[in-house]
């Protein structure tokens, strides 16, 4: 019996530390270890039910284990506040004043169009509709919008420093006027953090480490 519980135990915490470097784009609406809770539970009362082998005592042993371990991570979230960044993880900012933080973005795993993909999910579809922008602990995206947003839907250009050929064809921005263009703004394109387009030739552009302005561009796409 003890073996079961230490066993389970070390179940546990495996996916709870791989599901916190994970990141967030792999958490839906719950904490980590809720999640990691939510998926055991569900395998460990399956096992004894489907195969009539396993003593169903087996099964109430190590749901009754989960039990405990969810009582003590919730006990030391109350107790010990530092223990909450542990194993639950914090709030990413990754949309300021300057722009899209890269780094936070790398830190969960994340990139540009995933960010943009959040941002349409909540309503957003510019990405300087929003004054912050941040991802909680769960993984859901919140943000603080501006009183007035674009009215365009823009595409993805540029991501760090790679080019999107197919969002540049549905914008009609050849090879040689992106050239043009980045050549006007002197910067190279691995220099390039984020460049979208809309539709009305509305160009948000941030460089790598720099903050985010905004341009325009002849476009001739059709969207």
């Known amino acids: 019996m003890a073996l079961i519980f230490i066993?389970?135990?070390?179940?546990?915490?495996?996916?709870?530390?791989?599901m916190r470097l994970m990141g967030k784009s792999q958490i839906g609406e719950m904490q980590p270890f809720e999640f990691v809770i939510t998926?055991?539970?569900a395998e460990l009362a399956c096992i004894p039910m489907a195969d009539s082998s396993i003593p169903l005592m087996y099964g109430i042993v190590s749901v009754v284990t989960i039990f405990i371990l969810h009582q003590a991570v919730w006990l030391l979230d109350m107790w010990f506040r530092p223990m909450k960044r542990v194993i639950c993880g914090k709030p990413s900012l990754v949309i300021t004043k300057d722009g899209v933080d890269m780094s936070q973005l790398k830190k969960n795993n994340l990139d540009v169009s995933?960010?943009?993909?959040?941002?349409?999910?909540?309503?957003?579809?510019?990405?300087?509709?929003?004054?912050?922008g941040l991802y909680e602990a769960n993984g859901s995206f919140s943000a603080l919008p501006r009183e007035?947003?674009?009215?365009?839907?823009?595409?993805?250009?540029?991501?760090?420093?790679?080019?999107?050929?197919?969002?540049m064809r549905i914008a009609g921005i050849s090879e040689e006027k992106l050239k043009n263009f980045l050549s006007g703004e002197n910067t190279k394109l691995k220099q390039v953090a984020v460049m979208t387009v809309d539709g009305n030739g509305r160009v948000y552009f941030q460089p790598k480490g720099k903050r985010y302005s905004i341009r325009s561009i002849e476009t001739e796409g059709k969207w």
């Open 114 to 132: 995933d960010l943009i993909e959040s941002m349409r999910a909540a309503g957003y579809f510019n990405l300087d509709d929003v004054y912050y």
């Open 7 to 18: 066993r389970t135990a070390v179940i546990f915490l495996t996916l709870l530390v791989c």
């Open 148 to 167: 007035k947003m674009c009215g365009s839907l823009p595409v993805l250009i540029i991501d760090d420093g790679r080019p999107d050929r197919e969002n």
């Open 39 to 41: 998926l055991l539970i």
